[in-house]
């Protein structure tokens, strides 16, 4: 490869193209749509998350007042915990938060960072689709079956598994084009 080549090849080690791609995180081709997105994903983590406070609240206060305890309510904060779990997994995966161990690949140079970075989001991604393909058998097999007390299909609440990891999946396969950058702010956030 060439110098001039070398200098606009997007891993390259410069600061301007490091600058290039520092401009380029985070901005969606529709704008607005990447804050609308996390605050639609944060009020349905938070709603689940408060109905499952309030109705394990209402149980309890039944239950010890009035010896009178809903029967439905494990059934149902089940199946919120699970949609819970997963929208707070694509928020953790869209916010680039998951537990990395760099004490190794921090030493490397941040053209070897970028390609490990870009194989084992590949990787994340294509184990993300395996899981979201079996959660999604795993539905339509038993999808159909009705909770005892709620009557509801399993899958209302099963659903949660492959959603989120689609989800989950296509937010690493975008995020791909700037890995680079959320490197490099990795490195400077270490520095200070």
Known sequence: ?????????????????????????????????????DRVLEML???????????LFANAVLRFAFNSPLGWTEELVTGLMLWLTMLGFTLGVRR??????????????????VWLRLATDLLTAAVLL???????????????DPLPYLRLPSGFFTAALPVGAVAAALIVLFQLPGCR???????????S
């Open 181 to 191: 950058a959320a490197i490099l702010r990795q490195l400077e956030e270490e520095k």
């Open 1 to 37: 490869m060439t110098a001039a080549a070398e200098a606009h090849h997007p891993i390259a080690g410069t600061e301007d193209v490091a600058k290039q791609f520092d401009s380029t995180v985070g901005v969606d081709p529709v704008p607005g749509t990447h804050t609308l997105i």
């Open 130 to 144: 395996h899981l979201a393909w079996f959660a999604y058998l795993y539905v339509t097999t038993f999808g159909d």
């Open 45 to 55: 983590a938070a709603s689940a998350l408060a109905g499952i406070t309030l109705i």
């Open 96 to 113: 680039r938060e998951s537990i990395a161990i760099r004490a190794f690949v921090g030493r490397l140079s941040v053209r070897t960072q």
